[in-house]
């Protein structure tokens, strides 16, 4: 009896880890949050910047299949930026709203509960920057990115997601407040190990 009963709790263990996975026709509401910072000095001497940079990124998504999603997601990027030379310190503050779209894949790992991840995606914004608190420029441009990650699926719905950093592209171009002189700078970026991001989903 006591067998029948173990065997029977065990069925019905495994029954609900099947179901807890990624599955075709999955819809997918979440986001991440992301912190980036970075200081380099100068040698012999008291000069040094610090870059700093939280991201925010909510997005939805739609499941193809139990490896592939797609969906739409929104980056906002709030940075800082402060340069100490000698005694004279100046702080230049920026932000980016970027709208945009994705795709992930997921890779199961056996029958578990946790998948590594790949996502690409691609987005379009708008921000602008200050320099000690004075708007210098207003910034619009492409932003794309590769970001490799692992997810756990906690139950049926909840899934808890980290990104370390990835590969990132920007193409940017910056108008100055003052008589709208245009520069356009582009940059690629492998920040494996300077930037991360940690988040929540929802998958129903």
């Not at 006591?2 to 979440?30: C, E, H, S």
């Not at 970027?98 to 199961?108: D, E």
């Not at 171009?173 to 190990?193: M, P, Q, Y």
Request: some cysteine; proline content about 1%; overall charge positive.
């Amino acid at each position: 009896m006591k067998k029948m009963i173990v065997m029977a709790a065990l069925a019905l263990f495994g029954t609900q880890f099947a179901k807890a996975q990624v599955q075709k026709g999955n819809f997918l509401v979440g986001g991440t949050l992301g912190f980036k910072s970075n200081t380099v000095k100068v040698d012999g001497a008291d000069n040094k910047t610090t870059v700093s940079d939280i991201t925010l990124s909510p997005k939805a998504g739609y499941a193809l299949s139990d490896k592939w999603m797609v969906g739409v997601f929104v980056d906002g990027t709030f940075g800082s930026t402060k340069k100490e030379v000698g005694s004279l310190e100046t702080k230049d503050k920026d932000n980016f709203i970027a709208p945009g779209v994705f795709v992930r894949n997921y890779c199961q790992i056996a029958d578990s509960k946790v998948y590594f991840t790949s996502e690409a995606n691609v987005s379009y914004g708008f921000g602008s920057t200050e320099v000690n608190d004075v708007k210098t420029f207003k910034t619009t441009g492409i932003k794309a990115n590769l970001m490799p990650g692992i997810s756990y699926l906690v139950g049926k719905h909840l899934m808890l997601e980290g990104n370390l950093g990835g590969i990132s592209y920007e193409n940017l171009t910056d108008k100055a407040e003052v008589g709208g002189v245009k520069t356009k700078r582009s940059e690629f970026d492998f920040n494996f190990i300077k930037s991360f991001r940690v988040g929540a989903s929802f998958l129903f």
